[in-house]
T-cell receptor
C-alpha cells in the first residue's frame, strides 16, 4: 500500500493558470523530494525539503513542507506546456521508512495551450 | 542529463529467461539504488548498495539479485522472468549512504517480457 498520498491524481489546466499538487504522509517526513517524469523517461529532480516550514522555489515552481512535516505542496505559477508531465513526491524517513525512497502514485499534469 | 547511465535502454525477452541490467552512477557517488516502475505498483524501491555492500532491501523478488562492483557500477539480474516483470527499471545514485541526500535517476531500462 502507498505510504504517500498524492492529490489530485491528474490535472488539466489552461496555459497560464496556477496549480497546486499535494503530497500527504501518514508518518513524519525527514526528507521530502519532488521529481518530474516525462512518460516512459527518467525522473528529474526538482527540489528537496527537510525542515518544517521550509519553502523552496525553482523558476516558476515552489514547494513547501508544512510545519508538522507530514504534508508538502508543489505550486506552479503561470503554467506552461513545458510543465506537463508526471509529478512524483518521494519520502525519505530514515527512521520510519528505512534507507530508501518511498514514492506517491504521481500526479499527471496536462497543460492546454 | 543526471549523469547516471543505464543500459540497455530497451530489452525484449521471453518468459523464463534471464537478463542483466547495468547502471553507472554519477562520478563520485557511492550509493546505487534500484527501483521498479509499473502501472499497477507505481515506483517501488528494490535494493540499495553502498560502496559495494548491500545496505537495504525493498520489494525485491528472490528471482532478482544485484551487485555493485569495485568501480561502483551496478548490475541488476532478473531470472526466470514472468510476464509481470515487464516494467521500467531505474537506478539512482547519491553521494552518501543515508537518506536526506538527493538521489539522481538514470533514464531507465524498459523491460518487456513476452
Amino acid at each position: 500500500s502507498q505510504e504517500l498520498e498524492q492529490s489530485p491524481q491528474s490535472l488539466i489546466v489552461q496555459e497560464g493558470k496556477n496549480l497546486t499538487i499535494n503530497c500527504t504522509s501518514s508518518k513524519t517526513l525527514y526528507g521530502l523530494y519532488w521529481y518530474k517524469q516525462k512518460y516512459g523517461e527518467g525522473l528529474i529532480f526538482l527540489m528537496m525539503l527537510q525542515k518544517g516550514g521550509e519553502e523552496k522555489s525553482h523558476e516558476k515552481i515552489t514547494a513547501k513542507l508544512d510545519e508538522k512535516k507530514q504534508q508538502s505542496s508543489l505550486h506552479i505559477t503561470a503554467s506552461q506546456p513545458s510543465h506537463a508531465g508526471i509529478y512524483l513526491c518521494g519520502a525519505d524517513g530514515v527512521r520510519e521508512y528505512g534507507n530508501k525512497l518511498v514514492f506517491g502514485a504521481g500526479t499527471i499534469l496536462r497543460v492546454k495551450s | 542529463d543526471s549523469g547516471v547511465t543505464q543500459t540497455p535502454k530497451h530489452l525484449i525477452t521471453a518468459t523464463g529467461q534471464r537478463v542483466t541490467l547495468r547502471c553507472s552512477p554519477r562520478s563520485g557517488d557511492l550509493s546505487v539504488y534500484w527501483y521498479q516502475q509499473s502501472l499497477d505498483q507505481g515506483l517501488q524501491f528494490l535494493i540499495h548498495y553502498y560502496n559495494g555492500e548491500e545496505r537495504a532491501k525493498g520489494n525485491i523478488l528472490e528471482r532478482f539479485s544485484a551487485q555493485q562492483f569495485p568501480d561502483l557500477h551496478s548490475e541488476l539480474n532478473l531470472s526466470s522472468l514472468e510476464l509481470g516483470d515487464s516494467a521500467l527499471y531505474f537506478c539512482a545514485s547519491s553521494v552518501v549512504v543515508t537518506g536526506t541526500d538527493t538521489q539522481y535517476f538514470g533514464p531507465g531500462t524498459r523491460l518487456t517480457v513476452l
